[in-house]
């Protein structure tokens, strides 16, 4: 499984940034796909999950309201829409994928420790 995130880049605080993630080499039946984030010193922390039929989403607290989660999966692609930018928010940002099977399986969102396919990051700089 690959998956390759772009879209970061430097900011100003109140800008936005839409963030891609593009995934290939895989024969999951359906997946669902969060985006998480680091930054210095900090350990990883989970930012948004999306469900693979799209239906339910996930949120941490301390995005919600300002990043939108999507995506098109007949092209395999995740976005993390980050809107009111804020210095706080500048992290690398790791996208990651999960394999999801079952009954409701379509609308499942996985827990954030449930991720094990990574790819990448991309740098999100935000001054103030």
């Known amino acids: 499984v690959q998956l390759q995130a772009s879209g970061g880049g430097l900011v100003q605080a109140g800008d936005s940034l839409r963030l891609s993630c593009v995934q290939s080499?895989?024969?999951?039946?359906?997946?669902?796909m969060g985006w998480f984030r680091q930054a210095p010193g900090k350990e990883r922390e989970f930012v948004a999950a999306?469900?693979?039929?799209?239906?339910?989403?996930d949120y941490a607290e301390s995005v919600k309201g300002r990043f939108t989660i999507s995506r098109d999966n007949a092209k395999n692609t995740a976005y993390l829409q980050m809107d009111s930018l804020k210095p706080e928010d500048t992290a690398v940002y790791y996208c990651?994928?999960?394999?999801?099977?079952?009954?409701?399986?379509?609308?499942?969102?996985?827990?954030?420790?449930?991720?094990?396919?990574w790819g990448q990051g991309t740098q999100v700089t935000v001054s103030s």
């Open positions: 999306i469900s693979y039929s799209g239906d339910k989403t």
């Open positions: 080499g895989h024969t999951f039946r359906a997946w669902a």
């Open positions: 990651a994928t999960e394999p999801v099977s079952g009954y409701g399986r379509n609308s499942y969102v996985p827990p954030p420790t449930a991720y094990d396919y």
